[in-house]
C-alpha cells in the first residue's frame, strides 16, 4: 500500500479510537488503544521503539517513539489541553533521528482531536 493511504488509514484508527475514548486518559491508554486498532486493521505498528540520537558518531541521546507504522510513520500521541510548536518540533527531530520521511502528532486530550502531519524535510504547502 503507498504511504498516502497508509496515513489514510492510520488516521480512521485514530479517529475510531476518540470515538470511545474522549479526552481526559493518559497517553499511555491512546497509545495502547491505538495500538489496537491498527492490529485490528491489519497495520503493522510498533510501540516505544528506541531513537538513537548522534553527534560525531557517538550517540548523544536516546528517546522513545510512541508508535512507529509499518517502518514508514512515526506516530507521537499527546493528552493535553492544545499542541505546541515545540511538540511538532519533537516529531520533526525523530524523523530526522530515523530518517523516517513521515510522522503524524496527534492530541487526543482537547476538546477536539489534533492531528498535525510532519515531514523529516520542509514541504511548501499550497495556501487555501
Known amino acids: 500500500m503507498d504511504l498516502e493511504e497508509l496515513i489514510k488509514k492510520v488516521i480512521q484508527c485514530v479517529y475510531n479510537v476518540r470515538l470511545q475514548l474522549s479526552a481526559g486518559f ?11 486498532e491498527l492490529k485490528k486493521n491489519n497495520i503493522l505498528a510498533e510501540a516505544e521503539i528506541p ?35 515545540v511538540h511538532e518540533a519533537q516529531l520533526v527531530n525523530y524523523l530526522t533521528a530515523t ?26 504547502t499550497l495556501e487555501k
Open 26 to 36: 493518559l497517553e499511555t491508554v491512546y497509545q495502547k488503544a491505538l495500538l489496537i
Open 99 to 124: 530518517k523516517i520521511d513521515c510522522g503524524l502528532l496527534i492530541n487526543f486530550g482537547g476538546e477536539r482531536l489534533e492531528i498535525k502531519r510532519k515531514y523529516r524535510t520542509y514541504k511548501k
Open 51 to 85: 531513537i538513537e540520537v548522534y553527534y560525531d558518531d557517538s550517540v548523544v541521546g536516546e528517546y522513545r517513539a510512541d508508535i512507529i507504522v509499518e517502518k514508514r510513520i512515526i506516530i507521537e500521541i499527546k493528552a493535553i489541553q492544545h499542541l505546541l510548536p
